[in-house]
């Protein structure tokens, strides 16, 4: 297993990376159950880091799932099918409105997942009276795949990592079958910048939340590392804040960012990718994540199972319920504090972006209760 390690970026230029949409938020809100997630103080996590501050944006629950993929999964499944249809926002500007034009169409939405993702893909499906198709690694653990068999997706096992499963799910994109991929490759770009552009809605609540508590803007923001769709949204809503530091964090054995910063270029890794933070166990960078992720972050550093648990143990003792991948922003920065140089003049945030979607193994390392969603 690789050691833990600390990386200057040396491609690092805020000045190149993109925005932030609001499209997204006006369509998110016509989704039922949409709320807001909560921004949480979390004092246990702030005395153990030795910074004057941490807030967690706590995406635990966000539109009754356990994750906040299903932003990125459902404006990039609208702008999917508004294209395949040939319309415009302005024609069909809300979920129910969608459903109604693609009632009876025959389509099938299909993506791979390390778990999140696929699930939330398999819920957009269900809401739009469509079929879906899901292709997860072989590995996947047996929780998350009935969870996304509850949403009535189809379930497919494929022989590999998660690379492979992409690969998978490529093959078979037809007139009929339309994949929703967060992650891109030669040709297919449009659909992961969407799901990048989902997520502005939750950096988008970040802000405002800040704003709305009068809290001067985070020096440290920390976002963990799969192929880049969300490190990429939270380049576009801090890089290039005066005072602000962008810290990405990915497994010892899944650094694909690391290694293509090190390249200069986006590089695949051998695999396995085998870490428990499975959705982050991603062997190649998305090509249209790679401008804002390389570009925006002032460094990265890889972390073990063991750092990602004790920043699960930790959160816990703040309320926070975070799941491996969840968890594993504040792992990077509690691992690695002082060459990081994090001191009591710091507000930190950081983002969970999951709950315990494998409570067993939850409850092994918290030694605690948590309530699927």
Same mark, same amino acid.
């Given at each position: ?9 040396? &491609?690092? !230029?805020?000045s ?5 949409? @609001? ?6 809100? *016509? $989704?039922?159950?949409?709320? %807001? *997630?909560?921004l ?18 706590d995406? #635990?629950?966000?539109l009754?799932m356990? #994750? ?16 395949? &249809?040939g319309?415009t926002?302005?024609?069909? %500007?809300t979920l ?5 034009r /693609? ?5 099938r ?9 696929g699930?939330?893909?398999?819920r ?7 079929d ?13 795949? @009935? ?12 022989d590999?990592?998660?690379d ?5 799910? @490529? =093959?078979l994109?037809?007139d009929?079958? &339309?994949?929703?991929?967060? *992650?891109?490759?030669e040709?297919? +770009? ?12 939750m950096?988008?609540?970040v802000?405002?939340?800040?704003? !709305? ?5 985070p020096? /440290? ?12 949204? /939270?380049?576009? !809503? ?5 005072? *602000? ?6 497994p010892?054995? =899944?650094d694909c /960012? ?16 085998l870490?428990?933070?499975?959705? $982050?166990?991603?062997? +190649?960078?998305? $090509? ?10 002032? +460094? ?11 920043a699960?143990?930790? $959160?816990?003792?703040?309320?926070i ?9 504040l792992?990077?920065?509690?691992a ?10 710091? #507000? ?5 972006t ?10 092994s390392?918290?030694?605690a209760?948590a309530s699927?969603?």
């Open positions: 297993m690789p050691e833990p390690r600390v990386l200057a970026n040396a &491609l690092h !230029a805020p190149r990376v993109g925005e932030l949409s @609001a499209e997204p938020a006006r369509f998110h809100r *016509t $989704l039922p159950g949409y709320a %807001p *997630t909560p949480i103080d979390a004092p246990a996590a702030a005395r153990e880091l030795g910074a004057a501050s941490v807030r967690v944006k995406e #635990s629950a966000r009754g356990p #994750s906040f993929k299903v932003l990125g999964a459902s404006w990039a499944t609208y702008r999917v099918l508004l294209a395949h &249809l319309a926002p302005e024609e069909i %500007p129910d409105a969608l459903a109604e /693609v009632k009876g169409s025959g389509l939405l299909c993506a791979a997942t390390d778990g999140n993702h699930r939330a893909v398999a957009m499906a269900k809401l739009l009276g469509l879906a198709t899901i292709l997860v690694p072989g590995d996947m653990v047996a929780e998350r795949i @009935a969870a996304i068999r509850s949403e009535g997706a189809d379930v497919e096992v494929i590999g990592g998660y492979d499963a992409i690969a998978a799910s @490529a =093959a994109a037809s009929t079958t &339309l994949v929703i991929s967060d *992650t891109s490759w040709g297919y +770009t449009e659909p992961p910048g969407w799901v990048i552009d989902g997520y502005s809605t950096m988008g609540e802000l405002d939340q800040y704003r !709305a508590e009068g809290l001067t803007p020096t /440290v923001v920390a976002a963990q590392i799969g192929v880049g769709a969300f490190a990429a949204a /939270v380049a576009r !809503a801090f890089a290039g804040s005066e005072g *602000t530091r962008l810290v990405g964090v990915e010892t054995d =899944a /960012v690391a290694a293509s910063i090190e390249h200069g270029e986006v590089t695949t890794i051998p695999g396995p990718q870490s428990m933070m499975a959705g $982050l166990n991603c062997g +190649t960078p998305s $090509l249209i994540a790679w401008p804002d992720v390389s570009a925006g972050y002032d +460094t990265f550093v890889t972390i073990t199972d063991d750092q990602v648990a004790d699960m143990r930790l $959160l816990a003792v703040d309320g319920v975070s799941g491996e991948s969840g968890a594993a922003g792992g990077g920065l509690l690695h504090r002082d060459v990081l140089g994090i001191n009591d003049s710091d #507000s930190v945030l950081v983002i969970s999951e709950g315990a979607t494998d409570l067993a193994n939850y409850r390392i918290v030694g209760e699927p969603a």
